[in-house]
């Protein structure tokens, strides 16, 4: 029965069949056209970022332009000074040395210290 409607209808297989290659043959770029479309936003969102950062060192170069300003960084993060002046160091105290732990372990027995050779014998001859 199946054949007779196919024989009746054969532009109903055709157009099945194109509709299938039509959809197969569009997915495809659809979907890499709407991937592209989200790659897009994602490094848009990248060079939007990397541009304020960009401004951000900018910014920074050229504060670093002004002597005070280098001055004043090279005082704080290398602690330089001048010629004719004297740099200080604060050092922390010491910190006491932390309690032996060698004291409060238990010592192990004495026939941890021997090699295995004898502490197999010594069990075998025990055994005996």
Known sequence: MRRAVVKR???????????????????????????QGDQRKQLAARVAALTATNDDLARQAE????????????????????????????????????ASTAAAA???????????WSRAWSKLTSLL
Request: glycine share 4%; hydrophobic share 50%; net charge positive.
């Open 106 to 116: 238990p010592s192990p027995p004495a026939e941890a210290h021997r090699g295995w």
């Open 63 to 98: 504060a670093l332009k002004d002597p005070n300003r280098v001055e004043a960084l090279a005082r704080e993060r290398y602690q330089l000074v001048r010629p004719g002046e004297e740099a200080y160091a604060i050092v922390p105290a010491a910190a006491p040395p932390p």
């Open 9 to 35: 209808r054969p532009w109903l297989a055709a157009s099945l069949l194109a509709l299938f290659a039509v959809l197969v043959l569009g997915a495809f770029p659809v979907r890499a056209w709407l991937d």
